[in-house]
């Protein structure tokens, strides 16, 4: 056990989901997988295991944000031995063009967050590891399933007061606003291990189309069949 999941040692698979929503984690476990047994529930932070083609795979719950998210991933690595993190989440997006459910595999991640400084150059971007990178594409490929790459942000505030703060990035072709992306990618570089963010697009800052909660929740059949084709 670790100090914010209660599975025992070899419960979690070597590959692992993450979701900033419980319920999402549990959506994912119920519906793409098979054998499966929930290894957590401490702080309602969901946890489960289970086969996909055959394969063991687990989906765990993060919460929202990078400080909730980089205790999990922590964790994930440091006391369970997980080699590779899918992030399966949503994102705003910021260009007119990307309509709702637009599947978005970012290839870098900026952020105003102070953590990032700690693993890099605060200037720097974050980026994904580029075997999985390379996976998805392969099984976006295969499934015929239409993506688009590039530059997410992952911000501090859900809500920031001043929204003119995006136009600059919008010009540089940023692509879509979450809250995780960031972190995941800092730790895997920091640690040695393979992470990956692929983000259905579940509202847009410029048109304003968004999903209900409940949409949101089970959003992305096409992301989660990504990433656990790659995991």
């Known amino acids: 056990m670790s100090l914010h999941i209660g599975a025992q040692r070899g419960e979690i698979a070597e590959t692992v989901l993450i979701s900033g929503d419980p319920l999402r984690a549990r959506h994912i476990a119920n519906s793409m997988l098979t054998e499966v047994t929930c290894y957590n529930e401490v702080r309602g932070m969901l946890g489960f295991t289970g086969l996909y083609n055959g394969k063991l795979v687990s989906v765990q719950g993060t919460?929202?944000?990078?400080?909730?998210?980089?205790?999990?991933?922590?964790?994930?690595?440091?006391?369970?031995?997980?080699?590779?993190?899918?992030?399966?989440?949503?994102?705003?997006?910021?260009?007119?063009?990307?309509?709702?459910?637009?599947?978005?595999?970012?290839?870098e991640a900026y952020t105003d967050s102070s953590t990032h400084a700690i693993y890099a150059p605060a200037a720097d971007p974050s980026t994904p590891d580029p075997h999985l990178l390379h996976?998805?594409?392969?099984?976006?490929?295969?499934?015929?399933?239409?993506?688009?790459?590039?530059m997410v942000f992952s911000s501090d505030l859900f809500y920031h007061p001043d929204t003119a703060?995006?136009?600059?990035?919008?010009?540089?072709g940023l692509l879509a606003i979450e809250m995780e992306t960031s972190i995941l990618y800092d730790l895997g570089r920091q640690y040695g291990i393979r992470t990956l963010s692929v983000l259905s697009v579940s509202d847009n800052l410029i048109t304003h189309a968004y999903t209900s909660a409940a949409e949101r929740q089970h959003a992305g059949e096409k992301v989660m069949k990504l990433a656990l084709g790659t995991a």
């Open 63 to 107: 919460g929202m944000g990078i400080p909730s998210t980089a205790i999990y991933v922590h964790e994930l690595i440091h006391d369970y031995g997980v080699q590779n993190i899918i992030r399966v989440g949503t994102c705003g997006a910021v260009q007119a063009d990307l309509p709702l459910g637009t599947i978005i595999l970012a290839t």
């Open 135 to 150: 996976q998805v594409r392969e099984v976006a490929r295969d499934l015929g399933i239409a993506t688009r790459e590039g």
């Open 165 to 172: 703060r995006w136009e600059p990035w919008i010009q540089k």
